[in-house]
C-alpha cells in the first residue's frame, strides 16, 4: 500500500507540474521534471495507470510542444526525450500523440527547435517504433499548409534513412509523396525533395530510375530527375549500405532476419546522429569508389589550349543546358562535356 501511494503522488504531482500553465513556472519546472522521469527511484511505475501517462503525454504534445514560446517547445521535447528514454518500446503506444505536433515543429523558424525536433523523431524510431511505423503516420505530413514542414520532413526522410539504412523503410509507399513534391510551389521544398530522391539512389541505386518511370510523372519531370541524380553521381561516391537481396526493388524488401534485435537496438540520443560503421561488403547504387574514379579519369581528350577557349566552352555547354527544349541527347552530351573541361582545368591548374 505504501509503495502504491508513492507512485500514485509521483504521477499525480509530475501531471500537476506538466498542467502548468504559467510561462516562467514552466521554464523553471521542466528540467525538474526531466530530472524526475530520468530516476526510476525518484518516480517509480511510471507506466502503471495509463490513464494519467496518457493525460501527461497529451499536455506535452499540445501545450509545451506547441507552446509560442520556443524555450517552452525546448523544453517539451526535453522531457518527451526522457520519457521515451525511460519508457523505451512501451511509449510506442504514445507515437500517435506526439507525432502531429512534432511534425508541425520540423517547420519551426528557429533552426535549434528543428535539429532538436529531428533528433527526437529519430530517437523514437531507434527506441519506441521501428522508423516504417512511425513514417506511416508521418506521411500525410508532405501536404502539410506549411512548406518548411514539407522541406523538414525530406530532411528528415535522408536522416532517417542515413541512420538506418534503406531497409528500414518500405520505400515505394512512399516515394510518390516525394514525386509529387517536385510541383510544390516552394522552391526550397522542390530542391528538398530532389535530394531526397539523390539520396534515395545513393542506397538502392538504379532501381530508383525504373520504379520512377512507373510512377506516371510528366517526362519533363523524369528527365529532370535522371539529369540531378547523373551529375550527383559525378560529384559523390554512392554510400555503402546492407546486402541487398537480387530481388529487392525500391520496396525496401526486408530479408528474413532483422539487422538487430529490439532488445539489442544501441540508444540514440537526441545530439547528432551517425550512421554505425560496418564492413563494406556491397555497395548501393549503381557504381563503388574504384568504378567511379576509373569512370572520372576515363575520358577522351578535349582540343582546348587556353583559359578564353574554356570560357567558351562553358558558355556553349550553359546555353545548352539552360534550355529546357533541346534534345536530350544533346543536353547529356553537354554535361559530358562539362566533365572533360572540368578534368582539363584541374590537370593544367595541378601543371602549374
Known sequence: LTSTLKYYFCMKDLLDLVLQK??????????????????????????????LLDRMVDALASSWVNSSNYKVVLLGMEVLSALVDRLQERFRTQ????????MDRLGDSKDQVREQDQALLLKVMDQSANPQYVWE???????????????GLCLCLISTLNVF?????????????????????TSQVRDAAMSCLVEIYRHVGERVRIDLGKKGLPQSRCNRVYWTIGVKTLLVVCLPDKTFED????????????????????????????RPSA???????AVDEEDFIQAFEDVPTVQIYSN??????????????????????????AVSHLHLVSVWSVCCSSDL
Open 279 to 285: 564492413p563494406r561488403v556491397q555497395v548501393a547504387g
Open 22 to 51: 504559467d510561462l516562467g513556472r514552466r521554464l523553471q519546472v521542466g528540467p525538474e521534471i526531466t530530472e524526475l522521469l530520468l530516476h526510476p527511484d525518484r518516480c517509480p511505475g511510471l507506466d502503471q495507470d495509463q490513464n
Open 308 to 333: 578564353r577557349e574554356v570560357e567558351e566552352a562553358m558558355t556553349k555547354i550553359r546555353d545548352v543546358l539552360s534550355d529546357d527544349k533541346k534534345d536530350w541527347e544533346l543536353r547529356v552530351a
Open 247 to 274: 530481388d529487392e526493388s525500391v520496396d525496401g524488401g526486408r530479408s528474413s532476419s532483422r539487422a538487430a534485435s529490439v532488445s539489442g537496438r544501441k540508444a540514440v540520443s537526441m545530439g547528432s546522429f551517425r
Open 165 to 185: 539504412g534503406s531497409q528500414s523503410l518500405t520505400l515505394n509507399k512512399i516515394v510518390p509523396h516525394i514525386c509529387n513534391l517536385l510541383g510544390d510551389p
Open 137 to 151: 503516420r508521418m506521411m500525410g505530413g508532405f501536404k502539410h499548409k506549411n512548406s518548411r514542414t514539407r522541406e
Open 95 to 102: 507515437v500517435g500523440t506526439v507525432l502531429p505536433s512534432l
